[in-house]
């Protein structure tokens, strides 16, 4: 009895605090309702846990919380979303250093929302005058070091260029304007994070050997640890003589006397001529459908979109969904695409000003259902040949990624990159910025499509996307990666459209990767997250599985705008296997 | 009052269980001499950062990523760099098992040299994993000494396997602070300054 009138007084105890707690949640729900502020909730502590950033007017997303003030801020002062990318992108070079900056290159998708139109800017990198097919041949043996650690590694860098191009024709903002949050962050410096002191550590031995101990990447001669203050004065230097002298100073003045000087003591071939003759273009994006979505991307040189397409076009014949997420199905599927994608990658893809890329038979229907059909459910292939174009319809026509939506509808979807992680690890004296080690994109094989070849841009995997549902944008995706980047990306579009997940829950969800060389399978990479018993289940279908850490930035590092119910809700997703992040507003 | 007591007791309670932790002292350290010999297991680079403390820290020193147990010669002390980098042993054309059995051999030919073993863990937290972790609880209990980044100790690995092993332990807050300790364990007489 006595036990009964107890927890009767206990449920009367919690019903008057519930009482009292919905009275304070309606009293602070009407205020919120009253006041015209986005309520951010802050992101969880554990930065793993799926959490979509939520804006009503804009959005930007990208790689390091200072280049989304960067551009956040640019936009909230009335700038349009090229203006904001390219303040993002500059900060971008000052807070995420190792990723991307003035050194690299990269492309960007822009969509303008008044003429509805999508264009494309290609600042790829491209290689120096004096490059020839097999200058990473010593005595017939590829020499990796020299793509990638050395001065003939040095591509010449186009991202300041296209920039400032994006600006002029797009933008409302002068180059200058552009910097100032990027110099305040290089001259002030910030704490550096888990993922930047790794960084740093896994690439130590690169950089001493081609920046010293003094290098403004090195604190003491030692990698950064997490906390420390990482400032950058010289590139803080840089970026004001640019703002002042004009971007020309980068290609034809002193910083490009610095940069020809830097590589040269290397033993690179790269001249004076070579950075003054470079120019970005403009491009017509690449067109692809899902379904009822329609996805543009970047063009040859750039893979990424384009293989994107293709395998979304592969994966059109098959029911995913009722194969399930991370079902053996799904991921022996899908790795098997992948295996014949990167064949067709390696036989047809180069610089279509050289070399005649088969663009449109690539990403036909027609095409991808041939290597559906070639895929079988119960084992893995003894050979992945790529797939046969017919010679007479070639047509000659023709890493760090961040996003913005303004409030406008513009759209930039952007991804750069130095190539790997601090680049070539070269720093031109007193510049503070990297030089990237793209001429490793370039196949070190003098007979491939993708040989080096003067002033031609190397293959590149990036895929800066813009998917549209119905006419109206609906996704904007991308991510470093290396390889990974589209296997990633179409793994996420296919969690978003078919697995129904929330934008940052497909970001966040385990990731798996394969490819061929040379008709022969590779490894299945998984993340760790992947159950056992399904990676027991791919074994037994013949894949050689190697296990990654949980959240692995193997597999890169993506950043994502959906915009739902015609743009009255934006939501940002940032991948937690790097240091993304975003802000709405 | 009551409370007063408890909340007196439970600070002197708290101030006894810390001062009965045993504390490694540079007493308990090693004597070690040189030269080293500077390897990795794993290959990640922070066998280049054990390179560059060594020489920081003034100690006559060989670095060679991928020794082998020819190279003991006449190496005093061998350095072992614990961390795994997939990308590191792929540069060096190897692969776990191969660089396991390069690593056992060679600490085995240490062992039966009596050439003392310093296990260094470099890398912090981002440096432990399952693969890395696999190479700690294989080497570490040879070590005759120990030093760890502090957050790569957070789960308390390093703790407890030298605590098992009874081998000093030293936490480093930063990389930079192993220069001192090195000078230190390498001293002529080993002498505590």
Same mark, same amino acid.
């Given at each position: 009895?006595?036990?009964?009138?107890?927890?009767?007084?206990?449920?009367?105890?919690?019903?008057?605090?519930?009482?009292?707690?919905?009275?304070?949640?309606?009293?602070? @729900?009407?205020?919120?309702?009253?006041?015209?502020?986005?309520?951010?909730?802050?992101?969880?502590?554990?930065?793993?846990?799926?959490?979509?950033?939520?804006?009503?007017?804009?959005?930007?997303?990208?790689?390091?919380?200072?280049?989304?003030?960067?551009?956040?801020?640019?936009?909230?002062?009335?700038?349009?979303?090229?203006?904001?990318?390219?303040?993002?992108?500059?900060?971008?070079?000052?807070?995420?250093?190792?990723?991307?900056?003035?050194?690299?290159?990269?492309?960007?998708?822009?969509?303008?929302?008044?003429?509805?139109?999508?264009?494309?800017?290609?600042?790829?990198?491209?290689?120096?005058?004096?490059?020839?097919?097999?200058?990473?041949?010593?005595?017939?043996?590829?020499?990796?070091?020299?793509?990638?650690?050395?001065?003939?590694?040095?591509?010449?860098?186009?991202?300041?260029?296209?920039?400032?191009?994006?600006?002029?024709?797009?933008?409302?903002?002068?180059?200058?304007?552009?910097?100032?949050?990027?110099?305040?962050?290089?001259?002030?410096?910030?704490?550096?994070?888990?993922?930047?002191?790794?960084?740093?550590?896994?690439?130590?031995?690169?950089?001493?050997?081609?920046?010293?101990?003094?290098?403004?990447?090195?604190?003491?001669?030692?990698?950064?640890?997490?906390?420390?203050?990482?400032?950058?004065?010289?590139?803080?230097?840089?970026?004001?003589?640019?703002?002042?002298?004009?971007?020309?100073?980068?290609?034809?003045?002193?910083?490009?006397?610095?940069?020809?000087?830097?590589?040269?003591?290397?033993?690179?071939?790269?001249?004076?001529?070579?950075?003054?003759?470079?120019?970005?273009?403009?491009?017509?994006?690449?067109?692809?459908?899902?379904?009822?979505?329609?996805?543009?991307?970047?063009?040859?040189?750039?893979? @990424?979109?384009?293989?994107?397409?293709?395998?979304?076009?592969?994966?059109?014949?098959?029911?995913?969904?009722?194969?399930?997420?991370?079902?053996?199905?799904?991921?022996?599927?899908?790795?098997?695409?992948?295996?014949?994608?990167?064949?067709?990658?390696?036989?047809?893809?180069?610089?279509?000003?050289?070399?005649?890329?088969?663009?449109?038979?690539?990403?036909?229907?027609?095409?991808?259902?041939?290597?559906?059909?070639?895929?079988?459910?119960?084992?893995?292939?003894?050979?992945?040949?790529?797939?046969?174009?017919?010679?007479?319809?070639?047509?000659?026509?023709?890493?760090?990624?961040?996003?913005?939506?303004?409030?406008?509808?513009?759209?930039?979807?952007?991804?750069?990159?130095?190539?790997?992680?601090?680049?070539?690890?070269?720093?031109?004296? @007193?510049?503070?910025?990297?030089?990237?080690?793209?001429?490793?994109?370039?196949?070190?094989?003098?007979?491939?499509?993708?040989?080096?070849?003067?002033?031609?841009?190397?293959?590149?995997?990036?895929?800066?996307?813009?998917?549209?549902?119905?006419?109206?944008?609906?996704?904007?995706?991308?991510?470093?990666?290396?390889?990974?980047?589209?296997?990633?990306?179409?793994?996420?579009?296919?969690?978003?459209?078919?697995?129904?997940?929330?934008?940052?829950?497909?970001?966040?969800?385990?990731?798996?990767?394969?490819?061929?060389?040379?008709?022969?399978?590779?490894?299945?990479?998984?993340?760790?997250?992947?159950?056992?018993?399904?990676?027991?289940?791919?074994?037994?279908?013949?894949?050689?599985?190697?296990?990654?850490?949980?959240?692995?930035?193997?597999?890169?590092?993506?950043?994502?705008?959906?915009?739902?119910?015609?743009?009255?809700?934006?939501?940002?997703?940032?991948?937690?296997?790097?240091?993304?992040?975003?802000?709405?507003? | 009052?009551?409370?007063?007591?408890?909340?007196?007791?439970?600070?002197?309670?708290?101030?006894?269980?810390?001062?009965?932790?045993?504390?490694?002292?540079?007493?308990?350290?090693?004597?070690?001499?040189?030269?080293?010999?500077?390897?990795?297991?794993?290959?990640?680079?922070?066998?280049?950062?054990?390179?560059?403390?060594?020489?920081?820290?003034?100690?006559?020193?060989?670095?060679?990523?991928?020794?082998?147990?020819?190279?003991?010669?006449?190496?005093?002390?061998?350095?072992?760099?614990?961390?795994?980098?997939?990308?590191? =042993?792929?540069?060096?054309?190897?692969? =776990?098992?191969?660089?396991?059995?390069?690593?056992?051999?060679?600490?085995?030919?240490?062992? *039966?040299?009596?050439?003392? =073993?310093?296990?260094?863990?470099?890398?912090?937290?981002?440096?432990?994993?399952?693969?890395?972790?696999?190479?700690? $609880?294989?080497?570490?209990?040879?070590?005759?000494?120990?030093?760890?980044?502090?957050?790569? *100790?957070?789960?308390?690995?390093?703790?407890?396997?030298?605590?098992?092993?009874?081998?000093?332990?030293?936490?480093?807050?930063?990389?930079?602070?192993?220069?001192?300790?090195?000078? $230190? =364990?390498?001293?002529?007489? *080993?002498?505590?300054?």
């Amino acid at each position: 009895m006595r036990k009964k009138f107890l927890i009767k007084k206990r449920v009367s105890s919690v019903k008057k605090i519930l009482h009292v707690l919905s009275a304070i949640a309606i009293f602070f @729900g009407l205020f919120a309702c009253q006041s015209n502020h986005i309520e951010i909730k802050k992101p969880p502590t554990d930065r793993h846990q799926p959490y979509n950033y939520v804006g009503h007017k804009g959005m930007v997303v990208a790689a390091h919380p200072l280049a989304v003030q960067a551009g956040l801020e640019v936009l909230k002062k009335g700038g349009n979303a090229v203006d904001a990318a390219i303040a993002t992108a500059f900060a971008l070079n000052a807070a995420e250093p190792f990723a991307s900056g003035i050194g690299g290159g990269g492309f960007m998708v822009i969509f303008l929302a008044k003429e509805k139109r999508v264009t494309v800017i290609n600042y790829r990198e491209k290689a120096p005058g004096h490059a020839y097919p097999s200058m990473f041949l010593d005595e017939g043996k590829v020499k990796d070091e020299w793509r990638r650690i050395h001065g003939l590694a040095v591509a010449v860098p186009g991202a300041l260029a296209g920039w400032t191009y994006a600006l002029k024709k797009y933008g409302t903002l002068k180059l200058a304007e552009a910097m100032e949050r990027s110099i305040q962050i290089a001259e002030q410096g910030f704490s550096v994070s888990a993922t930047f002191s790794h960084i740093n550590k896994d690439e130590y031995e690169k950089i001493l050997l081609n920046s010293g101990e003094s290098s403004p990447y090195l604190f003491e001669g030692l990698p950064y640890e997490p906390g420390d203050v990482f400032q950058n004065p010289n590139l803080a230097k840089t970026f004001r003589r640019i703002a002042a002298h004009g971007w020309q100073d980068f290609y034809n003045g002193d910083i490009a006397q610095s940069i020809v000087e830097a590589v040269q003591n290397k033993g690179g071939l790269m001249t004076k001529e070579d950075l003054s003759s470079y120019s970005p273009i403009e491009q017509s994006p690449l067109k692809g459908t899902y379904r009822d979505y329609s996805l543009y991307s970047i063009p040859p040189p750039g893979a @990424g979109g384009l293989h994107t397409i293709q395998l979304l076009n592969i994966i059109e014949h098959w029911p995913v969904r009722s194969w399930g997420f991370d079902s053996p199905g799904y991921i022996h599927h899908m790795s098997e695409a992948f295996r014949f994608v990167f064949a067709d990658k390696a036989r047809y893809l180069g610089d279509p000003d050289f070399v005649s890329v088969p663009i449109q038979q690539l990403i036909s229907k027609e095409y991808a259902s041939q290597i559906a059909s070639k895929i079988l459910p119960h084992n893995v292939q003894d050979s992945y040949p790529p797939g046969p174009i017919d010679k007479d319809l070639v047509n000659n026509h023709n890493t760090t990624h961040l996003n913005v939506l303004d409030e406008w509808g513009n759209i930039v979807s952007l991804t750069q990159s130095i190539n790997d992680f601090f680049g070539s690890g070269i720093v031109p004296s @007193g510049t503070g910025f990297l030089l990237n080690d793209h001429m490793a994109d370039f196949s070190p094989l003098p007979d491939s499509i993708n040989a080096p070849r003067p002033h031609q841009r190397p293959v590149s995997n990036m895929a800066p996307l813009i998917i549209f549902h119905k006419e109206n944008p609906f996704l904007i995706l991308g991510s470093p990666g290396g390889t990974r980047i589209f296997p990633s990306l179409t793994q996420i579009i296919i969690n978003v459209i078919e697995f129904g997940m929330s934008l940052d829950e497909a970001i966040e969800a385990p990731r798996f990767f394969s490819y061929s060389t040379q008709g022969k399978a590779r490894s299945l990479f998984v993340e760790s997250r992947i159950p056992p018993e399904i990676i027991h289940s791919l074994e037994e279908l013949g894949h050689t599985v190697e296990i990654r850490d949980a959240f692995d930035k193997f597999f890169g590092g993506a950043q994502g705008i959906m915009i739902l119910s015609g743009k009255k809700i934006i939501l940002g997703g940032a991948d937690s296997r790097r240091d993304g992040a975003g802000e709405g507003y | 009052m009551k409370k007063c007591l408890l909340s007196l007791s439970t600070v002197l309670a708290m101030v006894m269980v810390c001062l009965s932790i045993p504390e490694e002292t540079r007493e308990d350290w090693p004597r070690l001499e040189q030269p080293l010999l500077i390897t990795s297991a794993g290959q990640s680079a922070d066998v280049q950062i054990a390179g560059v403390l060594a020489k920081k820290a003034g100690l006559t020193a060989t670095l060679s990523k991928a020794a082998t147990e020819e190279e003991l010669g006449n190496i005093r002390t061998l350095v072992l760099v614990i961390g795994v980098s997939m990308k590191g =042993l792929g540069v060096a054309g190897l692969d =776990l098992d191969q660089e396991t059995s390069r690593v056992s051999r060679l600490v085995d030919a240490a062992q *039966n040299q009596n050439i003392p =073993l310093l296990c260094l863990h470099l890398g912090g937290e981002a440096r432990r994993g399952t693969l890395s972790d696999q190479f700690l $609880t294989a080497f570490l209990p040879f070590a005759r000494m120990v030093m760890v980044v502090k957050s790569g *100790n957070k789960d308390g690995l390093f703790t407890r396997i030298c605590g098992d092993q009874n081998i000093p332990l030293l936490e480093l807050e930063r990389t930079i602070d192993a220069v001192d300790p090195l000078k $230190t =364990l390498f001293q002529p007489d *080993n002498e505590p300054e």
